[in-house]
């Protein structure tokens, strides 16, 4: 998520384009700014360029795994 708001971003949003959008996946978890951030080039990609193509892309997977198995591990303990 690079690109910041800004009104001139519409000049380059096109129906006829193949958007990719790049997105850390540590930053992106449930209820996070980078999660609102997401949803906000989602909806403004499907609203200024309708029926186009959209990927995502999500980066730090890895992290985000590492750290999804430590807490695992933290329960796992208290469980006892």
Do not use: P
């Not at 690079?2 to 380059?12: D, I, M, N, P, Q």
């Not at 540590?26 to 980078?34: D, F, V």
């Not at 933290?74 to 469980?79: I, K, L």
């Amino acid at each position: 998520l690079f690109l910041s708001s800004s009104s001139s971003h519409k000049l380059f949003l096109g129906s006829r384009a193949i958007y990719v959008i790049v997105f850390d996946m540590k930053k992106a978890g449930n209820g996070s700014e980078g999660q609102t951030r997401l949803f906000y080039w989602l909806q403004t990609v499907k609203t200024l360029g309708d029926n186009c193509s959209i990927v995502l892309v999500g980066t730090h997977l890895d992290e985000v795994c590492l750290c999804m198995c430590m807490c695992e591990s933290e329960r796992e303990r208290e469980r006892g």
